[in-house]
């Protein structure tokens, strides 16, 4: 098969590619993950910028032009960035159907 | 005022070397400055800033590293200095907490680096008290056997201290297959 694409994402980078549906900063990343999750996941700066460099070489996001140098940079999710996105959330679907299945969700 | 340090650590020892850092911080003593074993600090508030240390790809003067320092202060992280590949990072607790990393694998990663750096010194080191008994067993000197007793030692402390992150690093690799 040769894709890697199909296992599951670590959930920094599904995050990640959530919040770039629309651009933002690292450090905007940072800050909207422990919103979005209400304080219980913390994605530090190191750990992120792994992540961004290699979601950017796979071609899942992309940096916006700089409009200058002092300004912080951007990125963006790519339309295969949204479709990666898209199975993983019927993936994680799946995990919590058969997860309340058996478990039983309320 | 500023106040001069001198302590020395090993490159395994990185994370005591944070938790001294860390307890100075908590004294009011900041870190302005590193220059190998040579620390500088300032007093402050106590407990105003949190410190992490690095060891990077690459020497800061590169560009990949600088990028990433670029990116790293776009967060709130200043670097206060560096030494050979390690930069010294701290980040105001005001603006809330300050790890470097928060997945196991990016952790692992960071210690595989260390590793392959004593991977690398381990061979020459070695070779290098090969040659320090051999020569003084053809001349016998004082000088030459403690030359080569303390090389000895120092080979067997790299060993050691090798050992430990590769210890620590596994530990990481079997909770992986559990967790992030």
Redesign the interface.
Known sequence: MGNNDSVALTEAVYYILLILYEPMHGYGIMQKIEELSSGRVKLAAGTLYGAINTMLDKDWIQALPEVSSSRKKEYIITERGKQVAASELIRLQELVLNGEEIIGGE | MSIIKYKWFWAWDFNKEEEWLNEMSEKGLQLTDVKAIRYKFEEGRKNEYTYRI?MLDEFPSNKKSRD?IR??E????EMIGCYLRWIYLRKKKSEG?F?????L??RI??LTKILYLLAFIMPLELLGVINLWRSYSSVNDAFGLIVAILNSILAVTIIMGGSKIYNHRKKLKEERCLH?
């Open positions: 690095e990433y990116f790293l776009e967060t709130g992280v907490e790890d470097l990393f928060s997945d694998d990016s990663n960071h992030e």
